[in-house]
């Protein structure tokens, strides 16, 4: 677990509050879970907008809902201008991990429906290589043993489950690989075992920028192909 810096809650917000301008009247926003995307929300309610939103879990859809704003299910939207959303760990790349709050699974899915995917975190979050973390996993229900032992087999050292399901109801777990040499590899491999219905490792392609509250103010990292 990485160790809270000081003034945390107060960075999340500036963060999350900082995301929030790139919102526009008019657009279709997906809505991300956690506790810095929280002000995101928060702010957006405040704002005003005529947007319409999707949400990737039932904490932000309660959340959003008694703000005020208008949310929709992924399918009436088929497609969004923008999703803010958190992250657990993110590299220099921008790859991330997801999912501390068991939610990867539908942040994946709206993330990948957004034009522009925005991230917003604490500088707590910045790691040189993705895993200390651990990656977290959603998983049937149907045979949880065998594939932890698939994850097992792939260098991971402990699968930790979760007690609880998640909104899908669906098991979660908390793999640990230790240092990710490389995440898109580790990805693909994820990916390719029956029974992970999603894993939390989001690839740098799918990020826009990531804005990041720190001691020093509000800084945001576009990703390096997109230019400053
Ligand atoms: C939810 O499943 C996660 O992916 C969150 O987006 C992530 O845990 C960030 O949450 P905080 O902003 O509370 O750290």
Redesign the pocket.
Known sequence: MLAPMPNQDAA?EEAGRQAATYVEDDMRVGL???????WTITALGEMGLDIVCTA??VQTEVLAGSLGLHIVGPDELGALDIAI????EVDPQLNLT???????TR?KLVAEMAARFIV???ES?LVPQLGPFGT?LEVLTFAPAVVANRVLALGAHEVVPRPGLSDNDNLLVDARFGPIADPAVLAAQLAAIPGIVEH?LFLADTVERVVIAGTDGVREIVRADLGP
């Open positions: 999340k991300g879970t956690g506790s810095t995307v929280r990737t879990s959303d958190g992250a657990d997801k999912g501390a709050g068991g939610a990867h942040e917003v975190v604490d979050k977290p939390g």
